[in-house]
């Protein structure tokens, strides 16, 4: 054998010896805890998938499997529910070489017992070692990119090799544990996947008994979404940012799937639903309902989809518990340190009416429900504090998660003292925090250091969150569902979640009470205070496009106080500029938080409107240069305003060399008129000059754009006429005074010679 055969030989065999477990170790060879996060993908039709493991605590491992469960039956298992667990999926090799022997099994662990074991499983997978079954071949090898579908179905009970061996209620942690040989590897764990599973009632066994008194159980369902509108038009005349909302509107749509889960859900649960909107969607999907461009101006899909969602929830909500989200969902803290006080009142007082007029019902009066529910100190008191200048009696009720507050024991509201008292509602935050998608949530993985991941949707996790509290916990304890403001679950997992709540409620393990219970209940705890975490602020809208909307509203602000209502025959003031304050506050939007870009290019969209409004107003180019006939002569300037209401101006000549501007009175542009103006200026010498003319408000907001003029003239200026004559002058002394001194000069030469006067000519000689 030559010496490079014998050295290759001796480096495969020594890679064979270090991958390759020893024997009976195919468990052992991958620790259980690492990577086994459940995962919400898309599509939607998938429930959880699984992604690469890591060996090594900070050293990725090449991935080559993929587990993708399409279906968990029963989600939450009671005692009329199937004897087995079944689940279905498929299994794809997604690495670089041949897997072989790929094996299956559930695995579940000793039951959670209180809720500190809960919310660490809700961070960290918790173990599922306790019962190990035997595993089930799903397919002798699969090839790079090949995938294998696969349905397993394991006792719940009994003593079967792959039975799961419950034999009690509880929160069981499960595994789904995936083992196969890679080309030159050994056997080990390639895929896992880990969960919760409620089992409230073992089939036919123990059921876990009522509790003496249920949970109450009231669900916010937000109907929400990121800022698409533009500008909002008369018919076909509404543009928006793109044309997603067509999709998500129509049938397998998020939005048609929310109001479908809630329609399905709202006959059992009526009392105990209410409905968050943001009225800016509502106001979007109103204008697709009656035709709409996209940006660039392409024709929207989704006028009848818009209609037919609109009237599906007008029809829902009839008589049902709404709550009005901030328009926009504005970061109301973002708003408050940006000292944006007027936007921050119309965010919260102007969305009810909204909410009223197009859907027919009234929102719960004076309540707030802020971004990740908290607030700090300086937004409340100016939420709770009413406006003299406004029909805004200030926030009296709020829905805060328990970060947010601060000596408030217990479930129940609690009231927060002061000069304006408020009643503050509990979020149940360990069952929102599971439903929270992978934005605002991350996880540092089990057994790794190092990365830190986030934890998209899992109702799965949320469901057994729920189960615990009526099931375990049922203490007569508020329980206030709340799940993100833009919640991404399938239709189906909304479906699983919300029956589930409808099985505890028949079963008497919880009861319903109505959000609006709350906010007018008497808190037995009046001593509570806001708390700001600080995490909280590190989510905020960036302090870059906080700075961005304080600018644009003082240009908004300059604007509007120029304008004067021509008469009720024409528009006001507020009629032009409250579209685009609402557009400020759709840069405002809590949809943006972690997503900076998103809020630059709605900054952009404001700009671009405000510059819109304001070029409406400016100076008309002359066709030909201007001609001045002498050095006083004012400068003719015609000034347009296309706008429909009377515009206070004022003309600014940039500095020229060779005309000196002089003092003129601002002036008022009627509606949709034009004027002449003569800018009075002096002309300090004949010739050619670039004139520079702009027009601004009185409070400095241009108007338009800058318009250069040709402006000639061949005549003095006054001043240069002054010197003119003054010079002369000065010529004419100068001249009689040389001439004065030549005669006394010459008189003084003669001495006492007789005067010419008294000479008698010579006569000549003939």
Wanted: net charge neutral.
């Amino acid at each position: 054998m030559s010496l490079r055969k014998f050295v290759c030989t001796a480096a495969v065999a020594a890679f064979l010896v270090i991958t390759a477990p020893p024997a009976g170790a195919v468990e052992q060879s991958q620790p259980d805890g690492i990577d086994a996060l459940p995962f919400m993908p898309e599509p939607a039709t998938q429930v959880w998938a699984t992604r690469s493991l890591s060996a090594q605590p900070g050293q990725p491992q090449p991935q080559f499997l993929r587990l993708d469960i399409d279906q968990l039956t029963p989600r939450f298992v009671t005692g009329d529910s199937p004897a087995t667990v079944k689940i279905t999926g498929k299994i794809v090799n997604v690495g670089d070489r041949k897997v072989s022997d790929i094996v299956l099994r559930l695995e579940r662990g000793e039951p959670l017992e209180s809720e500190d074991d809960l919310r660490k499983a809700l961070r960290e997978p918790a173990a599922a070692e306790a019962v190990q079954p035997k595993f089930t071949q799903i397919a002798p090898e699969l090839e790079s990119g090949q995938q294998k579908d696969f349905a397993l179905e394991v006792p719940l009970r009994g003593t079967e090799p792959t039975s799961l061996e419950v034999e009690r209620p509880g929160i069981y942690p499960i595994l789904a544990n995936v083992n196969g040989r890679p080309d030159y590897g050994g056997q080990a764990r390639l895929a896992a996947l880990s969960t919760l599973l409620p089992v409230l009632g073992v089939p036919g066994g123990e059921t876990k008994g009522k509790p003496g008194a249920g949970a109450k159980v009231t669900v916010l369902w937000p109907i929400a979404d990121r800022p698409r509108l533009v500008r909002l038009g008369g018919e076909g005349r509404s543009e928006l940012v793109d044309d997603e909302l067509a999709a998500s509107l129509s049938v397998n749509g998020r939005l048609y799937g929310l109001l479908q889960a809630y329609e399905q859900a709202i006959a059992s649960m009526s009392t105990a639903m209410c409905v968050a909107i943001d009225p800016d969607l509502l106001r979007t999907v109103q204008a697709m309902s009656t035709g709409y461009t996209v940006r660039g101006g392409a024709e929207g899909k989704g006028r009848v989809e818009a209609k037919l969602w609109l009237d599906r929830l007008k029809l829902a909500v009839t008589g049902r518990c709404v709550l009005a989200l901030p328009y926009a969902d504005a970061d109301l803290v973002a708003l408050n340190r940006a000292k944006l006080s007027t936007m921050r009142a119309l965010a919260v007082s102007d969305g009810p009416k909204l909410i009223q007029d197009v859907l027919s019902v009234r929102p719960l009066p004076n309540l707030a429900w802020p971004e990740d529910g908290v607030l700090d100190q300086s937004t409340f008191d100016e939420l709770v504090t009413p406006l003299p200048d406004r029909p805004d009696t200030g926030v009296k009720s709020l829905l805060l998660d328990p970060t947010g507050l601060a000596d408030a024991p217990g479930t129940a509201p609690v009231g927060i003292g002061g000069k304006n008292p408020v009643t503050a509602v509990k979020i149940d935050s360990m069952v929102s925090d599971a439903l929270q998608g992978s934005d605002s949530r991350p996880r540092t993985l089990s057994g790794v250091a190092a990365p830190v991941e986030s934890q998209p949707v899992s109702v799965q996790n949320a469901l057994a969150v729920l189960v615990f509290r009526a099931g375990w916990q049922g203490d007569g304890r508020n329980v206030l569902v709340a799940p993100p403001r833009r919640w991404h679950a399938p239709l189906a997992e909304m479906t699983e979640f919300l029956t589930a709540a409808q099985k505890l409620l028949a079963g008497g393990y919880a009861t319903q009470t109505g959000l609006e219970e709350l906010t007018t209940a008497t808190p037995s705890v009046t001593t509570a205070k806001v708390a700001y975490p600080p995490e909280a602020g590190a989510r905020e809208i960036s302090p870059v496009i906080t700075n961005s909307v304080t600018n644009q509203s003082v240009e908004l602000n300059g604007l509007v106080a120029a304008m004067q209502q021509e008469d009720s025959a024409h528009a006001s003031p507020a009629d032009l500029a409250g579209p685009l304050w609402l557009g400020l506050l759709r840069v405002m939007s809590g949809a943006w938080r972690q997503n900076e870009e998103g809020a630059r290019s709605a900054a952009v969209i404001s700009q671009g409107e405000i510059d819109a409004l304001t070029g409406m107003v400016g100076v008309t180019q002359p066709n030909s240069p201007i001609l001045l006939g002498s050095g006083d002569s004012p400068i003719p300037v015609t000034i347009t305003n296309k706008l429909d209401v009377r515009v206070t101006v004022r003309i600014n000549l940039a500095d020229t060399p060779g005309i000196r501007k002089l003092d003129l009175a601002d002036q008022v542009l009627p509606a949709r008129g034009e004027r002449v103006v003569r800018v009075p200026v002096e002309v300090l010498r004949s010739g050619r000059f670039p004139v520079t003319v702009r027009l601004t408000t009185p409070e400095g907001v241009p108007l338009g754009d800058t318009v250069k003029l040709e402006v000639s003239s061949s005549a003095y200026g006054t001043i240069t006429v002054i010197v003119t004559v003054i010079a002369g002058i000065a010529l004419v002394l100068l001249s009689g005074r040389r001439i004065y001194k030549r005669v006394r000069a010459r008189n003084g030469e003669n001495g006492g010679a007789p005067s010419i006067e008294n000479v008698t000519p010579e006569k000549s000689s003939a």
